[in-house]
């Protein structure tokens, strides 16, 4: 097993992936594309993030982007985790634990003291962030006109 930052093949990879994982992510919500998943990825990148990777026998069973942004309410600097994936067949298995983690141990030692990321409601990731520590900050609320 391997957590690691994401080659540009694998980078490639991940952005293949990246319609399916945004329409799932967000319960439907967003119809996944890879004009916006690209977009993405690019703000991502450009932020000073990265995208790891956790390999275990040759295989990439998920991935976790995360990069830093000023949040104009703290005044400060602070880590963004926008995008986190386990493949179906390898959920259950504490991979998105230890990404989450991993992630979470390089931020803190790089001096980011607050980390936020956005989920949507429904999603089955969020008693995952809750037992890591996460708590709500803000609630998006909508109305269909």
């Not at 945004?22 to 000073?48: F, V, W």
Request: hydrophobic share 40%; charged share 25%.
């Amino acid at each position: 097993m391997c957590i690691r930052k994401a080659t540009v093949v694998e980078l490639e990879y991940i952005l293949e992936h990246s319609p399916t994982v945004m329409q799932e992510a967000t319960m439907g919500y967003r119809k996944g594309n890879i004009i916006t998943a690209s977009e993405l990825m690019s703000q991502t990148l450009a932020n000073n993030g990265y995208y790891l990777v956790f390999v275990e026998d040759r295989i990439n069973k998920g991935w976790l982007g995360v990069c830093d942004f000023y949040n104009l309410d703290s005044e400060e600097i602070q880590g963004m985790v926008v995008e986190l994936y386990v493949f179906p067949e390898f959920r259950q298995q504490g991979i998105a634990t230890r990404l989450l983690e991993y992630a979470l141990k390089s931020m803190k030692e790089k001096g980011i003291k607050h980390v936020q990321l956005n989920v949507y409601s429904g999603n089955q990731a969020k008693r995952l962030y809750e037992e890591l520590g996460f708590h709500e900050v803000s609630t998006v609320m909508e109305k269909k006109l």
